[in-house]
């Protein structure tokens, strides 16, 4: 069991950016499990956004592609996600969590161990 805990969240205006993190403040990120992120808006089903396997394997959302970037750092224990041209449609609660191992999660129910979240408002 993994704790991680969501930061980089805010209030930003269409057009602009924010930097999202996710660290691991209990145990490690193994680097065998894919992680990733997703979000739910107000009222909303939640949404996968991109994930990463244990090979670099990126994936995105196809409303995210061009404008959201995935990355993590192994050493450091340390999942990103960098959130550029953001629109309005972005505004959501962001949650990172573990997928499975050693590939891409086909749904968000696949996530474990996911934070506590990490508030993006775009307005």
């Known amino acids: 069991h993994v704790q991680l805990v969501e930061s980089g969240g805010g209030y930003v205006q269409p057009g602009g950016s924010l930097r999202l993190s996710c660290e691991s403040v209990?145990?490690?990120?193994?680097?065998?499990?894919?992680v990733g992120w997703f979000r739910q808006a107000a009222g909303k089903e939640r949404e996968g956004v991109a994930a990463i396997d244990s090979d670099g394997l990126l994936t995105y959302a196809d409303a995210v592609k061009g404008r959201f970037t995935i990355s993590r750092d192994d050493a450091k224990d340390t999942l990103y996600l960098q959130l550029d041209s953001l629109k309005t449609e972005d505004t959501a609660m962001y949650y990172c969590?573990?997928?499975?191992?050693?590939?891409?999660?086909?749904?968000?129910?696949?996530?474990?161990?996911r934070g506590q979240g990490t508030q993006v408002t775009v307005s």
């Open positions: 209990s145990g490690y990120i193994d680097p065998r499990y894919a």
């Open positions: 969590a573990k997928g499975p191992m050693g590939r891409i999660p086909r749904t968000v129910d696949e996530y474990k161990d």
